[in-house]
């Protein structure tokens, strides 16, 4: 790989730190862990993504954002290629992403368990609390399991009185 | 209006069409919920659950359009099939019902796409494989919370339980064909596809055992009705959830958003 090369997917991949998740406006799609890859083609860079959930309805927009974000950064022309394997998990937000969630109000999501290592439970198992972004208290309650998104669930903080959203742990 | 298209009959797009058609109408269905569930935020969890379901019916159908080879894509697939050319079990083309008829079939589906997508991690079709590594998470989720409605509801009121009961005595008549095996699960078994159905009768059978018994509803016994729905002999609701489904690409051919 010559200096050039790198550093345009370097350039590539600032670019896309600048790219903000439509519905968590608050982080960007890599900070989401949503761009697996960057790769230089000879036509082109082509920008791996992976969705989050398979009926995200912001799929095409961020396809779009990304390579509008390229091209406006000079380093176009691009495309986008989506990579289903591995599935995504929150655990690929990254730490930074977790800490521009909290302090957006977003309750960021705990570690996902593993397949296999505890025996599911499909009704009457216990849900930990989840800590409340305001007021960082751990007596909350859920209140749907379902959010204005797919990734979130709504709750409500017993202490502070308000109700806040949980980006779940898949 | 334009003309439908003509799926050839190889067994292996069968078997992703059945998958597929499964959650695209189960979609259809949830969907209708919308702005009409008993309360708000299961109006928005019915929501999210159709988004899922239809988002994995779309990388699904996108699928069986490059296997078909016939280069069609997934809304030529989801809009432009006859009747006769769906291959979902009549249990998924049901009218909604009430909300204990949603929320049990939900219990009833959502249990048997778990135990399918599980397994279909391992198909040797590896875009089959991913798309079920991603729509297991979905429903595992869509199993617990349509599971803890049937524990408030079966286990509720003398009214929910008594809805419970005759949705339940209807839901039940349709359960067979999640597991009737034919030659399409055969040849899908022989290229290492995906399971048979009939497979995932003993772990469907032993999980809703564990539901239904929170729920304190009883197993309804078994009948010799046996639906048609897999194998594109529907239901008479089938073809109104076409009409309705269809109608924009029928009209406005090729219409996007």
Redesign the interface.
């Given at each position: 790989m010559t200096t050039v090369a790198a550093s345009r997917i370097d350039s590539a991949w600032s670019a896309l730190n600048e790219v903000l998740d439509p519905e968590v406006p608050a982080l960007s799609v890599v900070d989401l862990g949503l761009v697996r890859e960057v790769i230089e083609h000879d036509d082109g860079l082509e920008i791996v993504l992976t969705p989050t959930y398979s009926g995200c309805p912001a799929t095409e927009v961020i396809s779009s954002s990304v390579i509008d974000a390229i091209v406006a950064a000079g380093l176009g022309p691009a495309r986008v290629t989506m990579r289903r394997a591995p599935a995504w998990s929150s655990d690929w937000i990254s730490a930074e992403g977790k800490r521009k969630l909290l302090e957006y109000g977003i309750a960021p999501p705990g570690p996902v368990i593993a397949d296999g290592t505890v025996p599911i439970r499909i009704v009457g198992r216990r849900q930990a609390a989840v800590p409340c972004p305001r007021c960082a208290s751990a007596h909350t309650e859920r209140l749907s399991a379902f959010g204005s998104t797919a990734c979130k669930s709504l709750h409500r903080c017993l202490d502070c009185r308000e109700p806040f959203e949980h980006f779940k742990p898949i | 209006m334009i003309s439908s298209i003509k799926i050839p009959p190889a067994p292996e797009l069968t078997y992703l069409l059945r998958l597929a058609d499964t959650c695209l109408i189960l979609g259809q269905r949830l969907g209708e919920w919308c702005g009409h569930a008993p309360i708000l935020?299961e109006d928005?969890?019915l929501s999210?659950?159709?988004?899922?379901?239809?988002?994995?019916s779309?990388?699904l159908l996108t699928l069986a359009g490059q296997r078909s080879g016939q280069g069609y894509d997934q809304d030529q697939l989801a809009f432009l099939r006859d009747e006769i050319d769906y291959r979902n079990p009549t249990l998924v083309e049901l009218p909604r019902g009430d909300f204990a008829f949603t929320v049990l079939r939900n219990v009833i589906l959502a249990t048997w796409l778990k135990l399918m997508w599980e397994r279909l991690r391992d198909s040797s079709d590896?875009?089959l494989?991913?798309?079920a590594?991603?729509?297991?998470?979905?429903a595992?989720?869509h199993?617990?919370?349509a599971?803890?409605w049937?524990?408030r509801l079966g286990d509720g009121t003398e009214e929910s339980r008594r809805r419970c009961e005759t949705a339940l005595g209807t839901l039940w008549l349709y359960t067979p064909e999640l597991f009737e095996d034919d030659a399409v699960d055969a040849a899908a078994t022989a290229a290492g596809l995906g399971p048979a159905w009939a497979h995932l009768h003993e772990p469907w059978v032993a999980?809703m055992s564990?539901?239904l018994g929170?729920?304190k509803l009883a197993i309804p016994a078994e009948s010799t009705f046996r639906s048609t729905g897999k194998r594109g002999l529907h239901s008479e609701h089938m073809g109104y959830l076409l009409a309705e489904m269809q109608h924009l690409q029928r009209a406005y051919p090729g219409g996007a958003w």
């Open positions: - | 935020e928005i969890a999210n659950m159709a988004l899922d379901l239809i988002g994995q779309r990388a590896a875009e494989a991913a798309i590594g991603k729509a297991l998470k979905e595992r989720y199993q617990q919370h599971a803890d049937a524990v999980e564990e539901i929170e729920a």
